[in-house]
């Protein structure tokens, strides 16, 4: 049972369906389970804020310990959001944008809080399982979109002037479409790398791949199936080395390599983090090497290996802390700002 002299710090992941969250101890180490809620962020942030104080309560009850040893909290929230102030909606209802929801969870809780992005928390949870890794740690994560993160030495995440640093998903990728057209992305400009590497990005490369003659007779060519269910089974065929779904992660994963080393001649992280549900995928070894082909297109020599030893100097990893890693980062974040 903990005493009232313990200390520990709540990471709290806000999702669209739930919030996980986790505790994490002076030491920085797990010290609860990971405990979910329902998440109610179409609801609203008052609804939210109900929810994160349940997940207080439950973790204190988990970690055998009580409500006020947690010192401070972690927050992420799956839209752009500056100093606690929510600036996009994103999934959320429109109540939360213009809210400061870090300001107003800490009065309501009683105890310090950051509040940052989900790629950001991730990319925090991924440096926290390697903490051997002293160096920097670039984040990427294909799903829906396109998600980024940059922990720099010492585990400070790099979110820029106003909060809105690492939208990687949006630099300028130079590839066409068949019709010689740059591909919409969803943030309304075209030409994004998240128009080529993201779910939607491959439910549009699907769509117009079973349009033509060579595949008419795939098995995903089913008229009374959505395109939304091709696209979620396309992860099945590549495992089972079906041509069509090889083809199009192949082409997403070389495009994916070629965008990340222009972030890598930006930041120099040394290690390259690649998350997102492909991290889980029997196929995975295979697509990494595709991102590799890419990354090495367009890398320049010295950011593959050393000109004077041949050491690798960018390394490439898959994410090992899963869906865990926003409540993880967001542990250690509200342990390293807010350690007393």
Known sequence: MGTSTDRFYAGLDIGGTTIKSVLVNLNGEQASDFVEVPSRVAVGYEATIVQLNEALL???ASAG??????RAAGIDVPAANSGGVIWARANLAQDWVGKNIQ???????GMPV???NDGNAAALGEYMVRRKHLGSLLYVAPGTGLAGGLVTSGGKIYEG?????????????????????LPPCSCGWTGCV???VSLVALRRRLRLELAKPQWAGHPLNDPAMSIEDKAFKLRNYADKDDALAIQLFKQQGFIFGYAIADLVRVFDPGLVVVGGG???ASFRDRYMGWVMEGFKERAWPIYVTSPIDETVT?????ATAGDSAGALGMGFAALEMFRD
């Open 58 to 60: 439950r973790l204190a």
């Open 65 to 70: 310990t009580t409500r006020d040893t947690i």
């Open 103 to 109: 300001n107003i969870f800490s009065e309501r809780a």
């Open 114 to 116: 950051y509040v940052t």
């Open 161 to 181: 002037a106003n909060g809105l640093a690492l939208e990687v998903g949006h630099i300028s990728a130079p590839f066409l479409e068949d019709d010689g057209a």
């Open 194 to 196: 998240e128009a080529w």
């Open 278 to 280: 492909l991290a889980e």
């Open 314 to 318: 960018t390394r490439f990893e898959w």
